[in-house]
Every structure is written in C-alpha cells, then in structure tokens.
T-cell receptor, first 110, second 114 residues
C-alpha cells in the first residue's frame, strides 16, 4: 500500500531564515507530486507540481522553490522566509485518478 | 481561469439529519470532481469522487451528484453523526487532465450536534 510522509510536523522559524520541508512517498513509483499551502484552515492553493525527477512546475510566483532529487522525494525550500509564508503545507500524490494528501507541516514564521 | 464556488461556508445540523454542500464551477473541460474531508490539524482525506460520465455515486452514507450541464456538483451526507464534523472541500481538475492539478473550493465547516 502507498503511504506519504511529511517532515517536520511543525516548525517555527524567524523571518529571514531558510526553509526545507520534505515529502516522501512509499509504495508507488514515478508518482505525480504536489505542494499546496493552506492558510487559516481554509482554501488549498497549489504551489508546485512535479511529474518526474528534476521536473518542477510553479503555479504561483512566490518566495518558495521546490525540488525533486529522487523519484519519491519532493522538497519545498526557501532561502529567506517571510511572515506571509506562515501556513499549513501539504504534499500530495496521485494514485489512479485520486489525489492523496500527507499529514502536513504547520509552519509559523515569527 | 478556473473557479470553484462552494456553499455554504458553514453548516450546522442535528445528529441524524442530512447535510448537503454544493459547488459550482466554470470550466466545461473539467471531468473529475472529488470531495475531501479535513479534520483539525490533519491533511485532507479523499472521501468520494465522481467522473463526468456519471451522474451520481454513493458510498454508504455519502453520495455525490453531478449536473454537468449546469456545472454544479453536490455532496450529500445522510444520517449525520458527530464524527462527520469537519471541513469539507470540493475540487475540480480544471482543464481536463492538466497533470492532475486540482482547484479547490473554499471549504464548508460542518458541525453535527449530538
């Protein structure tokens, strides 16, 4: 069976610090992977998606970047965090036609 | 661009009653319509989905109906229970396949009172 992991679960970072969030998927190969951000518990916004290693598509201009160094690993990064980067970050993968989400990372930028 | 409107934003029902949440969309190329349930502090969970070649789909107490002509689809929960309390999101795959990208509604906070 497939599982999706996100690390860390929660993170508190100062403004201007770097960021690295990790997402890994088990039990499937070459999945489409997605990063979403959710503000205030409502409305998921697609940030990036990837259809393969090294292939990243950005949906909105922002202070963040994504990378896919391995088939089942998707990383969300920033060189300098802004207050507006606070939120709940969710990774997702596709299985069949369904899209399945990880447990999320709660990021607070102070 | 793609747009999904979800109503109501909050819904309060008594245990045992039915709950209905509706979404309307504008992209006629959309052909996949999932519904997600999100509990506090957790990732959204896919609870039911429907494709455009089907008008209705049911799974125990939940059902989804689709009216492709009118561009709206609805989630129906019957015999609601307190554990159904959560935020529910609809979504569409605007533009057809588009690499599986989903556009989400703004969510409905459902509260089921015992």
């Amino acid at each position: 069976s497939q599982t999706i992991h996100q690390w860390p679960a929660t993170l508190v970072q100062p403004v201007g610090s770097p960021l690295s969030l990790e997402c890994t998927v088990e039990g499937t190969s070459n999945p489409n992977l997605y990063w979403y951000r959710q503000a205030a518990g409502r409305g998921l916004q697609l940030l990036f998606y990837s259809v393969g290693i090294g292939q990243i598509s950005s949906e909105v201009p922002q202070n963040l970047s994504a990378s896919r160094p391995q088939d089942r690993q998707f990383i969300l990064s920033s060189k300098k965090l802004l207050l507006s980067d606070s939120g709940f970050y969710l990774c997702a993968y596709i299985l069949g036609s369904g899209q399945y989400f990880g447990p999320g990372t709660r990021l607070t930028v102070l | 661009g793609e747009n999904v409107e979800q109503h109501p934003s909050t819904l309060s029902v008594q245990e045992g009653d039915s709950a209905v949440i509706k979404c309307t969309y504008s992209d006629s190329a959309s052909n996949y319509f999932p519904w997600y349930k999100q509990e506090l502090g957790k990732g959204p969970q896919l609870i039911i989905d429907i494709r455009s070649n089907v008008g209705e789909k049911k799974d125990q107490r939940i059902a989804v109906t689709l009216n492709k002509t009118a561009k709206h689809f609805s989630l129906h929960i019957t015999e609601t229970q307190p554990e159904d309390s959560a935020v529910y999101f609809c979504a569409i795959n605007a533009g057809g396949t588009s690499y599986g990208k989903l556009t989400f509604g703004q969510g409905t906070i459902l509260t089921v009172h015992p």
